[in-house]
């Protein structure tokens, strides 16, 4: 049964108003700063507790604690689409559909050349590029959109890690696919199912 | 930081909460409101697969609290056993006169529709969520997700051409 798109095509999509935006940033930092304040008492009493244990204990959590890594690039790459989407003007430093101009864009800006191709067919269509940092090192962000969807793709380089499929995971509400290939390291980032985004993943391999 | 990722959902949340409540200044409440206990809840949301989704659940359920408290007679029980089965597909003139509705009539029919078949509508065709998503969000099962989609279109449907009726 096909859908009658009447809504979708007629009615109206109500945008948040600035102002409530602002007003929401601002109890949100505000919150997140009761919370961190919490959160460094505990850190403090646990620390005085520790402290009374042997020194053994603390080898071994310091070992438990470092945090693995595909969670540390998980989290930087959230944390970098969301700051892309929370800037305004932040998302793309070039705007284009096109891959012969957003490839050469990068061509000068970044020691390697991340593949850029546009997938419109496919339902990914390339909507720009921009230069972000993963790992401590420069990492383009190739821009994506699937339907409403705004999905970065974040390459950067592998430093010796041999290729890797595929892998997913979901952090923060967003869903997450990284995989290594050719000495360059790969991420898709989006608001959908992580399982969407491996249709990405494979035409980008 | 967790709670700041929310923030790239607020249209999504104030659009939904515009149409459930129907007022630019409630939806602020509701969205405004539902983003602290959004922040509140915030240890289950490493377990959602889609952070939209899971922040629209909290704006639904915020809406039908501000609802029942302040409009109950908006929060009515579907009757969708009893109601009459879809109509037999619409003849030409009709399709043509529901193409050129206007969006302002489209509006207008959508805000007048039950609660329960406007949120399924705007879920799925403006903010573009999986049958799914919609099922998790309002707390149905995909089968009902699918029956008050297609009920919600037809009665939009007629209620469009009641008006353009009424108009022409």
């Known amino acids: 049964m096909s859908e009658e798109p009447l809504v979708a095509r007629d009615a109206t999509y109500y945008r948040a108003p600035e102002a409530l935006r602002e007003r929401l940033r601002a109890s949100l930092a505000g919150a997140a700063r009761e919370e961190r304040r919490a959160y460094g008492w505990r850190l403090l009493g646990i620390g005085i507790a520790a402290a009374a244990a042997a020194?053994?204990?603390?080898?071994?959590?310091?070992?438990?604690?470092?945090?693995?890594?595909?969670?540390?690039?998980?989290?930087?790459?959230?944390?970098?689409?969301?700051?892309?989407?929370?800037?305004?003007?932040?998302?793309?430093d070039v705007t284009s559909a096109d891959s012969h101009t957003v490839k050469p864009w990068f061509a000068g800006k970044l020691p390697f050349a991340p593949p850029v191709a546009d997938y419109s067919q496919q339902g990914f269509e390339l909507t720009g590029g921009r230069l972000d940092y993963i790992e401590g090192q420069p990492a383009a962000a190739i821009t994506y959109r699937h339907r409403l969807h705004t999905v970065n793709l974040f390459v950067w380089p592998a430093k010796g890690h041999a290729d890797a499929a595929p892998r997913t995971q979901t952090r923060q509400g967003y869903g997450l696919v990284g995989w290594v290939k050719g000495e360059l390291r790969f991420c898709a980032i989006s608001d959908m199912a992580p399982t969407d985004l491996v249709a990405l993943a494979d035409l980008v391999r | 930081m967790r709670a700041d990722s929310l923030l790239p959902h607020l249209d999504a949340a104030y659009n939904l909460a515009r149409w459930l409540t129907r007022d630019d200044h409630d939806a602020e409440d509701v969205v405004q409101e539902a983003f602290?206990?959004?922040?509140?809840?915030?240890?289950?949301?490493?377990?959602?697969?889609?952070?939209?989704?899971?922040?629209?659940?909290?704006?639904r359920n915020t809406c039908y609290t501000w609802l029942a408290k302040n409009r109950p007679a908006d929060v009515v029980a579907l009757d969708e056993e009893s109601d009459?089965?879809?109509?037999?597909?619409?003849?030409n003139p009709e399709v043509i006169v529901l193409q050129s509705?206007?969006?302002?009539?489209?509006?207008?029919?959508?805000?007048?529709?039950?609660?329960?078949?406007?949120?399924?509508?705007?879920?799925?065709?403006?903010?573009?969520?999986?049958?799914?998503?919609?099922?998790?969000?309002?707390?149905?099962?995909?089968?009902?997700?699918?029956?008050?989609l297609a009920r919600g279109r037809d009665l939009l449907k007629r209620a469009l051409e009641k008006r353009m009726r009424r108009a022409s």
């Open chain 2, 36 to 59: 602290m206990r959004a922040f509140r809840y915030e240890h289950t949301l490493e377990r959602a697969e889609s952070g939209r989704a899971w922040l629209l659940a909290i704006v």
């Open chain 1, 55 to 92: 020194s053994i204990t603390w080898s071994v959590a310091l070992v438990t604690l470092a945090p693995g890594e595909p969670e540390r690039i998980g989290e930087q790459v959230v944390t970098a689409h969301v700051r892309s989407l929370m800037a305004p003007n932040h998302l793309v």
């Open chain 2, 101 to 148: 509705a206007q969006a302002k009539l489209v509006n207008q029919a959508l805000e007048e529709l039950p609660v329960g078949y406007r949120e399924v509508l705007v879920m799925r065709e403006l903010e573009e969520l999986t049958y799914k998503e919609i099922a998790e969000v309002a707390g149905i099962p995909i089968g009902t997700v699918m029956s008050r």
């Open chain 2, 84 to 91: 009459a089965p879809a109509a037999p597909p619409e003849s």
